[in-house]
């Protein structure tokens, strides 16, 4: 893994980003309202996709080691805002509930067992953080009230993805190619894609030229990822048909 945050310090991410979430739901002009990043969503969708993945999180945590996921639960969800946000608050703590109940360390059913997070309710735990945080992006997009994100979640938002997202022992179907981020307040990181699989890992001084690289704000390398900005926004450098096949990469394991 390329970062390790601490197991209190992610639940008190958790806490901060998921009020801030309730904060720019809040300011929405209303629930019908059209969430830009998240097309044909409305800001009720957003609300009603965190808070089911919530409590679907909860429920896989307590459930422990599992060869499958519980069933997740379509709830019917309240239509006023502060009912709404209620409903999201009690959805919120039964994951942290659930979280502080069996620790760091407790394995559990995760998709990306396969890859370098770890399945287990630490990786949950850091997941639901970037989860949270994004959307935060997303509903304060949809108030029309953008606020910078804390730089330093963010750094670790981009290490997350990787780890998560862009870790896999599926063999890359393209030329071996390695993608390297560099994000403006002092972090970097390298993507490998080979016939092993794709694999992150910190960016050393002695690491061979990439071939692409692309260099934004933290904030700026989290949305890229996550589909929220493009290659427009950041500096790239080299081959970026790399950056399009990654993309276009969906691998089946």
Known sequence: MTVSLEFPT?????????????SAVTAAPSLDAPVPSCPGWTVLDLVRHLGTGQRWWAAIVAAGPAGAPPAK?????????????????DAHELLLRALRAVG???ACWTWWSAGV?????????RRRVHEVLVHTYDAQLAAGAVRPM???????????FLDTCNSTPVAWPHEAATVQYHATEGRSWLL???????????LTDDAAPASVSATGTAEQLLLFVWGRRTLRDLRTEGDQRVFEQLIAWEPEE
Not at 150 to 160: R, T
Not at 192 to 202: H, I, M, Q, V
């Open 104 to 106: 760091p360390e407790r």
């Open 150 to 160: 804390p730089a330093d979640v963010a750094l670790d938002g981009v290490a997350e």
């Open 10 to 22: 992610l639940l008190r991410l958790l806490d901060e980003r998921s009020a801030a979430f309730r």
């Open 73 to 89: 639960e379509v709830a019917e969800v309240p239509r006023g805002t502060e009912a709404l946000l209620s409903w999201y608050a």
């Open 117 to 125: 997070s770890p399945a287990n309710a630490w990786g949950v735990a």
């Open 192 to 202: 490998t894609l080979d016939s092993t699989g794709a694999w992150p890992a910190p």
